[in-house]
């Protein structure tokens, strides 16, 4: 893993919706949308929030959502073109951001100019997989417009190192890579042989849902995957009022940080907000301090550190909710979410002054229905840790923890005498001064 990347903490944002782009390209008599410079306008916010990358959705030539490619080698005319992407990497490296990008290797549009030609090239068509019964070509879960390339295709091989290479050698500092758990593995590996020894400080994350991680992990090659286990029980814990499934989440977050450091998350571009998500407001400063203090890369998926609510829906348009057209600066912003957005640079400050938190494992001391005790501890020196104790009762509750010597760094309120007490419905993270 590049060393870098063990102390990213990345701003996500999904740029087509975030400019405000059409819904559906260009025709190509229309001049270029030069929306990548509205973003630009929004890196010195980034690092004021405290993060150290930009984690960018597609940004590549698409029919509509980004994610039906139609030319990984150009940028979206919606949001400008290679001068545009070059100046918006140069300013975030100016400024210390790395640039992560999304790479859509799995399945591509109809419009794709090889796909086109796959009816009448049977080289063209030996990019695609057939669906079961060869009568047609496999899709993406059952999205028409998204057609399944066949990666054991030398061809798809070949072009993804190249799109790869091309960018990275463009300022990119990596790729997240969608629907990684929909490619076999193998792919990924042959891939990054041909690729880190251009690029030995890129860093690869692969989107996967659920299984086993570490396996993946181990068999692909790839620095990371998604943390979906943890988002999952983070949110679910508090509205159910079962830190028991925080506690198993937490457990199985250990194993995989003994392979790699997940890419963890309480909110991005394909789910509800986590505003929306919690049943109670008053648990959002929970949610953050467990992402904050356990284990791995952490991600803030724009809007979220300003309270943005969005609920995602099963249908055609459900990701717009989500998704939103942000404002021409910061100076646009709503002050409603001025509150959370302090608690989010409080917890991202502290997280950067106990980097070793990116190995960190987490113990749970104490553990009840609404009240959980997390002790995250640098493996390499047990003497740095931090204990962050979670109440979701309707009544203080005071942890049965050993907390000599400890102070309280960072809580959901005016800390009491007692370190160890925590109001009804708050938080507090608990280390040495």
């Not at 545009?84 to 290797?105: E, P, S, T």
């Not at 009544?395 to 007692?418: I, M, N, T, W």
Request: proline share 7%.
């Amino acid at each position: 893993m590049a060393s870098w990347a063990d102390h990213a903490i990345w701003w996500h944002v999904y740029p087509l919706g975030f400019t405000g782009a059409e819904p559906a390209a260009l025709p190509p008599s229309e001049p270029v949308r030069h929306r990548l410079r509205h973003l630009e306008g929004w890196l010195d916010y980034a690092v004021e929030l405290g993060c150290s990358g930009l984690q960018l959705g597609p940004v590549f030539d698409s029919e509509t959502h980004g994610y039906d490619t139609v030319d990984h080698f150009r940028v979206d005319p919606r949001l400008g073109d290679d001068a545009d992407f070059d100046r918006m990497v140069a300013a975030a490296r100016d400024r210390g951001l790395h640039v992560l990008l999304d790479g859509v290797f799995n399945h591509v549009a109809r419009g794709f100019p090889v796909f086109r030609r796959a009816d009448s090239d049977p080289g063209a068509a030996a990019w695609f997989r057939r669906s079961p019964g060869g009568t047609d070509y496999d899709t993406f879960e059952g999205h028409h417009h998204l057609v399944a390339l066949d990666h054991s295709e030398p061809a798809v091989l070949d072009h993804v190192v190249r799109v790869m290479d091309h960018w990275l050698g463009r300022g990119a500092s990596g790729w997240r890579l969608d629907a990684a758990y929909a490619v076999p593995p193998g792919f990924w590996r042959r891939a990054l042989e041909r690729v880190r020894p251009r690029h030995p400080d890129a860093w690869f994350a692969g989107e996967v849902l659920h299984g086993d991680y570490a396996a993946y992990v181990s068999e692909s090659g790839l620095d990371s995957v998604t943390q979906y286990e943890l988002w999952k029980a983070i949110w679910s814990s508090l509205n159910d009022g079962n830190f028991y499934e925080l506690a198993w989440a937490l457990e199985r977050h250990n194993g995989f940080l003994e392979t790699f450091a997940p890419l963890t998350f309480v909110g991005n571009h394909d789910v509800t907000r986590l505003a929306s998500r919690l049943a109670d407001a008053r648990h959002l400063g929970h949610a953050l301090a467990v992402l904050f203090t356990v284990g791995g890369v952490p991600s803030v998926y724009s809007g979220d550190e300003q309270g943005f609510l969005g609920v995602k829906e099963d249908r055609a348009g459900g990701d717009d909710a989500v998704r939103p057209a942000f404002p021409a600066s910061p100076d646009g912003l709503s002050p409603a979410g001025r509150p959370v957005h302090r608690l989010h640079r409080r917890l991202i400050g502290l997280r950067r002054r106990h980097p070793w938190l990116a190995r960190a494992r987490t113990a749970v001391p104490h553990l009840s229905n609404r009240a959980a005790a997390l002790a995250s501890a640098d493996p390499d020196h047990p003497g740095r840790a931090l204990l962050t104790l979670l109440n979701v009762d309707d009544r203080p509750y005071r942890f049965p923890v050993e907390a000599a010597g400890l102070a309280v760094l960072e809580s959901s309120g005016e800390a009491p005498g007692d370190p160890c007490l925590v109001p009804a419905h708050g938080w507090s993270v608990l280390g040495i001064r």
